[in-house]
């Protein structure tokens, strides 16, 4: 799919979304009602769960398909859900009343929802949405997208004026003297007041949420910005460590598993642990059996997502379970899906609370310095990678350099140093 025609479909699922989440609150609350995270009638959680599953999983069919696709937008509800309670202090749905829920946020007879309209959306209303986009002249459907994309840009930045907004006395801009600054003042209060009244009138039984104390004399307290940074790069680096020793005993020789060019660093598993770890540490004290089961469940579809993506990327398979029993496309199998269950127990009843500890020991000041630091280091040595493999994959497909980026690439990270870096690198059919 081309670029317009999967902004096409994010609008359009956004649209159907909004309908969809609108009758169903206007029959319940016998009053239409206006749902969505925005004003207009595009609730965006569907448009990114439909482009997450059509991006993702369109080649699988059956049961698996309408699994992932519950696993991928459960997640992005939930993922949305703490990101609402986050910035707005409120929390716009609760499934607590719901049995087989997840903090409120999600629920399984929502997820099997999810699944089902996923399946739909993969099997036919993707094709129908994409016959509909080359029925209208191109020239104009771009402009309309253009548009459309230009309104629920204006429509976002107007939704966040209620996060900022204080009072009457509490601008958004910097106060003026004169005329402009007391229209200022009336146009944010108007739009505050605004939003506010639809926020209550589509989600009536929105809860006010508190903010847990910040303890500013502690570095990385609780699980924040510099805690998770940190934990992506601790992750990244045993990752590393594990995968190379596991590839030791059992291929029986020593092998590259880094992701990157620079440095023994697995971002497959730093972006595991940083991610799981954000969303899933207020339930580090939940069963084993309990973490065991997302972590199965949320390992495979992340490793899934991992494997499509640099597939589609940078042209190259990087890991091919095929040969394995219990495997889906060669992408995940059932043995590393359990192993996922495994590491998530492990990681939260034993590593994360030492590890975190240690992080809370870190100077303030050195801390965010430290974090900062690697963050640079980690952006140069991830553009230098992805240089690497997209030159890489030009030179597969016999691309002459001709720019001064192609003719450094082929000088330092030539096919014998990359096949070194990336021993199981295939070549993409």
Known sequence: MTGYQLIWLFLCYSFLGWMLETVVATLRQRHITNRGLINGPFCIIYGISALLISFTVQELTGFMLFLFAAVYATAVEWIAGHLIEKIYHERWWNYSDVK????????????????????????????????LFDIIPSVAMHLIIWILIGLLMADILFSLIPIFYKGEGVELVKEADGKFSEIS???????????????????????????????????????????????????????????????????????????????????????????????????????????????????GAYEYLCSVFTEIVFGKVFWDYSDMPFNLGGRIN??????????????????????????????VKIGKIVTWTLIAFMAVNVT??????????????????????????????????????YPDAQQAN
């Open 100 to 131: 087989w829920n997840l903090g409120g946020y999600v629920c399984l007879p929502t997820s099997v929802l999810w699944g089902l309209l996923g399946f739909v959306a993969v099997k036919v209303g993707n094709q129908l949405l994409v016959d």
């Open 185 to 299: 003042k009336r146009l944010q209060h108007w739009i505050h007041t605004k939003m506010t009244k639809r926020i209550q009138k589509a989600y009536p039984k929105s809860e006010k949420v508190d903010n847990p104390e910040k303890k500013t004399d502690v570095f990385a307290y609780g699980c924040g910005f510099y805690k998770v940074v940190l934990l992506f790069f601790i992750g990244s680096f045993l990752g590393d460590v594990v995968e190379t020793i596991f590839c030791r005993l059992k291929a029986g020789v020593w092998m590259s598993r880094s992701s990157v060019v620079w440095g023994p660093f697995s971002i497959v598993w730093g972006l595991a642990i940083a991610v799981i770890t954000a969303m899933l540490v207020r339930y580090k004290d939940r069963s084993d059996g309990f973490l065991f089961t997302l972590g199965v469940f949320l390992g």
């Open 334 to 363: 059932l043995l590393y899906c359990l192993f996922w269950g495994i590491a998530s127990v492990v990681w939260f009843k034993i590593i994360y609370v030492r590890i975190s500890d240690l992080i809370e020991k870190i100077p």
């Open 384 to 421: 230098v990678t992805c240089m690497a493999l997209v030159r890489h994959d030009e030179r597969s497909h016999g691309v002459q350099a001709e720019s001064s980026w192609q003719i450094w690439m082929d000088e330092h990270y030539d096919d014998a140093r990359m096949a070194k870096i």
